[in-house]
């Protein structure tokens, strides 16, 4: 809970944002030039239509069909860009699709202070992420050159920075409230005698200085939390002068303001009535019941604070030229192992609070991460690191065994003594084969299929690859059957469980008649029904027995994949992997949800998790076509869609069916069509069709 060292921060990002811009920028010069040949292709599709009248009707359907291909490929481009632009994807992981909602409900996460304070990065969630209300009006968004570039440091995982906890209640969080009002509000200005005025820029406090890695400064435990804690570098009487000035001035000059005026602040001053002195703080939010105080995160101490909304004040330019005085730093070379266990961690924080308003040295080891990593020297020579490891509280990191882990880098460290990879692919997918080990290195070929040696061999003789390649590989699940597509003009229940697009949904076919086979005494059966297989994949034994991936997984691989709303495993197939943030977008084969997840929350699927057919079925609406071409239009179509048979029990009427898609009628419980609602409203339009039998076709399919 830290202000971040932002010389550093915004220097890396911005040339990896800068390197990322230019990529973009080339990919898109790229994309214009093949937009404009595909153009002149198709104008020249009118002049082929000049020829022989033998050869008029074949040209023509060649040119039809490359000019629908042309047509899906600029199709997909617009709606690529509008799910970046209008689709409200959800706030726990990167969807290209559509917002998924979780498959049951979400429990409540814990409350986390540090999640509250972080502007959680990158994010494609238009939802607010400090849990406002869902009520609250949309916001205009803010100029970036007006916003603060003041970020709070986060322990929060990955997963857990991107999982968002939605609140029953109507809390009131002014952290999201427009700066654009801050210069609505009227708030008298102090005297002329008084040579200050409110900052115009709210929250731009200047940067912190950068703390190089391997240099010592000296400084001051203020404050801890957990396994993190507060210092204040260089002269701490600085920062007493400060509070001295600002008491002085305040005193002076106080202004009553109103809780309204105090919720459109995001800096401030605030009165502490226990040590009659006035602080620097970051204004978080009122309480909900009365709104009469105010959560205030001082920004010189690294305190939580709760003071009355008449002690808190508008920070004036003139206490804005000094930057935020605390740091938020960890013990270096240490882990706390802490994070399950709240008597260690309780522990571990009364043995750093034992420490708090002590002069020490601090050794920057890390500088990279929004809290530092550093080696705390006490004035009597020991390190605050080897202490705590001593105490039983800590264990040291790999890196650093034993008493190098407590005393500091070592200066004599190599950085060619890393572990190397002699073979490639070892080093790139993790996995190193085996069977040249059983395999024959003097069998050169040849009918007798043996070496020198003959019989006395007992390895296996088969002939190599001139390129060096053999034999060796690894099954994995990759074929899952599927449900038999109900015949034309039937009638059956379905459950929607995604939206795919404004005329294409998921559904589960509802078998009404469908039950458990309850086993014999000891005898152990694959389930029958999806209830039954999600009961066994997340039962105790079967967790205990997953098997972690021993390579990267494989496009189409069936895998068990966490899903992070309900933390339940399901089975996925993977659609595709990115090895630089080591994410998989997989589809849950039973639900049709799209959705990227970290590697590490996939699992080897067990061989009896595959019997079951797969559950989602893709339905097309029939009879339903888009009112225009502008992927705005159809953005609104889907939502509309997605509100009306999201997660609910329809009746369906069969129209055709194709290889793995079925086209259907939808009907709500009380009979009403869903696309007749739809074009009701004007996001669809309706066209004519008829039961399409097939019965009597034969289809083959061609590979």
């Keep these: 809970m830290s202000f971040v060292d932002l010389a550093t921060l915004t220097m890396h990002r911005r040339q990896e944002m800068e390197a990322r811009t230019q990529i973009f920028h080339e990919k898109c010069d790229r994309a214009v030039e093949d937009i404009k040949r595909l153009k002149m292709k198709t104008d020249g599709f009118a002049q082929q239509l000049n020829c022989d009248p033998n050869e008029l009707k074949e040209r023509f359907l060649n040119c039809m069909k490359q000019l629908d291909e042309y047509m899906y490929l600029i199709t997909d481009f617009n709606i690529a860009i509008s799910k ?125 200085p950068i703390l190089e890695t391997e240099h010592v400064y000296d400084a001051t435990i203020m404050h801890v939390d957990g396994a993190f804690f507060w210092v204040i570098t260089g002269d701490h009487e600085e920062v007493k002068d400060l509070m001295i000035e600002m008491t002085k001035f305040y005193t002076d000059h106080h202004r009553d303001i109103t809780a309204e005026e105090v919720k459109t602040l995001t800096c401030c001053a605030f009165y502490d009535d226990d040590s009659k002195c006035y602080y620097r703080g970051l204004f978080l939010k009122l309480n909900d019941e009365d709104n009469t105080l105010a959560e205030i995160f001082v920004v010189d101490t690294g305190e939580m604070r709760v003071a009355p909304v008449e002690c808190v004040q508008p920070l004036y330019r003139r206490f804005c030229t000094r930057p935020p005085y605390a740091r938020c730093c960890h013990l270096a070379g240490v882990d706390l192992v802490s994070y399950n266990n709240k008597s260690l961690m309780e522990k571990q924080e009364v043995f750093m609070s034992a420490y708090v308003g002590t002069l020490v040295s601090i050794e920057v080891d890390d500088n990279t991460s929004e809290s530092l990593g550093v080696f705390v020297i006490l004035p009597s020579g020991e390190t605050l690191n080897k202490i705590i490891v001593q105490q039983g509280l800590a264990l040291p990191i790999d890196k650093f065994s034993g008493e190098q882990a407590a005393a500091g880098p070592s200066d004599g ?42 019989p006395r061999c007992t390895k296996k003789h088969i002939l190599k690859h001139p390129d060096g390649w053999t034999l060796d590989r690894i099954a994995v699940m990759a074929k899952c059957k599927s449900i038999p597509l109900p015949a034309p003009d039937t009638w059956l229940k379905v459950l929607v469980t995604m939206v795919c697009h404004y005329d294409r949904v998921y559904v589960q076919i509802i078998d009404e008649n469908e039950t458990d086979e309850i086993p014999s005494f000891g005898a152990a059966l694959p389930a029958t029904t999806l209830p039954a297989l999600v009961k066994d994949m997340n039962s105790l034994a079967t967790i205990s027995a997953y098997q972690p991936l021993t390579v990267a997984p494989a496009q189409g691989e069936l895998v068990a994949a966490l899903y992070p709303l309900d933390n339940k495993w399901y089975r996925a197939r993977v659609l595709s992997v990115t090895r630089a943030d080591q994410t998989v977008e997989v589809q849950y084969i039973d639900y049709g949800t799209v959705m990227w997840v970290q590697a590490g929350q996939l699992r080897s699927l067990a061989a009896r998790h595959a019997l079951l057919a797969a559950q989602a079925v893709r339905a097309a609406l029939a009879g339903v076509r888009a009112r225009s071409p502008y992927h705005h239009q159809w953005a609104r179509a889907k939502r509309a869609l997605t509100d009306m048979v999201q997660d609910k029990v329809l009746d369906a009427h069969v129209i055709s069916r194709e290889y793995d898609e079925i086209t259907v009628e939808l009907f709500d419980k009380d009979g009403y069509s869903i696309a007749e609602q739809l074009a009701a409203t004007n996001m669809v339009e309706l066209t004519p069709y008829t039961v399409v039998y097939d019965t009597e076709m034969h289809k083959v399919v061609v590979p």
């Design 84 to 208: 970046l632009e209008e689709a409200s994807a959800p706030d726990n992981t990167p969807v290209h699709d559509t917002a998924a909602k979780p498959l049951t409900p979400t429990p409540m996460a814990p409350y986390n202070l540090i999640d509250a304070l972080s502007e959680p990065a990158p994010s494609t969630s238009t939802s607010c992420p400090n849990n406002c209300p869902p009520e609250k009006p949309k916001r205009v968004k803010i100029p970036k050159e007006n916003q603060s570039l003041i970020v709070f440091s986060s322990t929060s995982t990955s997963e857990e920075s991107v999982r968002q906890v939605k609140n029953d209640v109507a809390a009131k969080e002014v952290q999201c409230e427009l700066d654009a009002e801050l210069r609505n509000v009227k708030i008298e200005d102090p005297p002329a005698s008084a040579v200050a005025t409110p900052s115009s820029d709210g929250s731009n406090l200047p940067a912190q």
């Design 413 to 454: 460290l190599d950085i060619t003594d890393c572990p190397e990879y002699d073979d490639p692919v070892e080093a790139v997918t993790g996995y190193k084969n085996r069977d040249e080990i059983d395999i024959c290195k003097h069998y050169k070929g040849g009918p007798e299929k043996t070496c020198f040696k003959g």
